[in-house]
């Protein structure tokens, strides 16, 4: 859009006045940003900086000097022979009373057979005087599900863009600032520098000045964190005193989401998030997932407790479904198999084998019954049955094992299982007489 305000008029005049810097940036981002690589394949390595191949036997280490072109390579393994590079990078200055920010996109083409090709080309300035107002310079900007383009001449921009309405599309992050750069005082004094752990320069200026304790952890360089939670004033206020400590410990998080996550699972144990023995965990992985694990297990009390405390009104429901086929046992030699006839009885018998007949609820379902082999009075394995196929559809002992009555235990219910079939098929009767 054409300058309309003299600010407009003003920065626009001193944008066409600034020095060409492609071609510096551009040396500058081969060396620094860019990367140098070859593909490599059982026979060959292509060097992506110009174009020849040489053998992979002189790979170190994921590493090696290209013998043509000197240029030092990181070596991947791929059949590719193409590679294209985007970066943007920045060059801060300071211009009379603004402190400018200059962005440039740097484009490499690399093909097997051919030298890389590099392209540089500035796309954008922010304009920021020191009374805080900005304008922006740039190319037309398009940006959608299919695109990201830069086009069109420099000129004033504003961020019209519906796609993307939380973010504005004439401001880019990146952490690649030329050495040169210089930036105010009045912002490095914040801590803003280059390095911006994801918020861009103009982000970074207005959220970080307004909220200290960003700036302390800009300052501590806990980025990863900042990063995570420089939009995040609830969590931010949440984990703050646990922040604190790891910055007084030196202890760089460098997992914001698992360790935000453990802080909370701290919490849950009660323990003191003021501490750094549990703020600050050598190995955070593991600390984090042995506290998930310890969650998990009390959790699943819990959800036991509160089945325990509903057994009254199930045992309703359950004698109202299996009266039929309670009290229900036959015995031979030493192995007695009976039907678990309340509630209760399949609570002490997934107790005692340690399986999940009464946490599963398996006296609800309607379609099976539940019967315990037992021992001496002592369950050893716990049957469940179809009653619609008259079959067995699990037998387990203790922790869901087979024990060695299996057999014997399965040839007693068979032989015994026309008495339950006669009864369901008796219960069956009458319920459809009374359909009718
Ligand atoms: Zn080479």
């Known amino acids: ?223 990863w964190l900042l990063a995570n939670l420089s939009q995040e004033s609830y969590s931010l206020s949440r984990l703050w005193p646990s922040i604190k400590i790891c910055i007084r410990n030196r202890y760089i998080v460098k997992d914001a989401k698992i360790w935000s996550d453990y802080i909370e699972l701290l919490r849950f144990f009660q323990k003191d998030i003021h501490n750094a023995k549990y703020v600050c965990p050598k190995n955070l992985k593991k600390e984090h997932d042995r506290f998930v694990a310890k969650k998990r297990t009390v959790q699943e009390r819990i959800k036991i407790e509160e089945k325990r405390s509903r057994i009254e009104i199930w045992e309703k429901e359950f004698k109202e479904k299996k009266a039929h086929l309670l009290g229900i046992c036959f015995e031979s030699e030493n192995i007695k198999i009976k039907t678990l006839d309340s509630v209760q009885e399949y609570l002490e018998e997934g107790d005692t084998l340690h399986h999940c007949v009464f946490t599963n609820e398996y006296f609800l379902k309607q379609d099976s019954i539940c019967l315990s082999a037992r021992i001496d009075e002592k369950p050893i394995e716990t049957i469940e049955l179809s009653l619609s196929e008259m079959k067995i559809v699990q037998c387990r002992g203790s922790y869901n094992s087979v024990t060695p009555h299996h057999d014997n235990i399965v040839n007693l219910l068979n032989n015994n299982i026309n008495v339950i079939k006669s009864l369901q098929r008796g219960r069956e009767r009458q319920d459809s007489s009374y359909v009718i």
Not at 211 to 218: A, D, F, S, V
Request: charged share 30%; net charge positive.
């Open 1 to 223: 859009m054409k300058p309309k305000t003299k600010l407009q008029l003003e920065v626009v005049r001193m944008s066409k006045e600034l020095p060409d810097e492609d071609d510096k940036m551009l040396s500058w981002a081969k060396s620094n940003v860019l990367q140098h690589k070859g593909y490599e394949t059982k026979n060959r390595i292509i060097c992506f900086d110009c174009g020849e191949r040489f053998s992979p036997n002189i790979v170190i280490r994921k590493r090696a000097t290209c013998p043509h072109c000197g240029a030092k390579l990181s070596i991947e393994k791929s059949r590719r022979t193409t590679l294209e590079q985007v970066e943007f990078v920045a060059f801060a200055q300071v211009i009379f009373d603004y402190q400018v920010v200059r962005y440039f996109e740097i484009r490499s083409h690399h093909k097997s057979g051919f030298q890389a090709k590099y392209y540089s080309c500035e796309i954008l300035q922010h304009w920021i005087r020191k009374d805080g107002k900005r304008e922006t310079v740039a190319r037309n900007h398009t940006l959608n599900y299919s695109v990201d383009s830069w086009n069109g001449d420099m000129e004033i921009r504003k961020d019209y863009n519906r796609w993307y309405r939380s973010a504005n599309k004439y401001d880019i992050y990146t952490e690649h600032f030329h050495p040169d750069s210089k930036i105010l005082y009045k912002y490095t004094m914040y801590g803003i520098d280059h390095n911006l752990a994801g918020l861009t320069f103009i982000e970074a200026i207005k959220i970080v000045p307004s909220e200290p304790r960003l700036e302390t952890m800009l300052k501590a360089k806990q980025y």
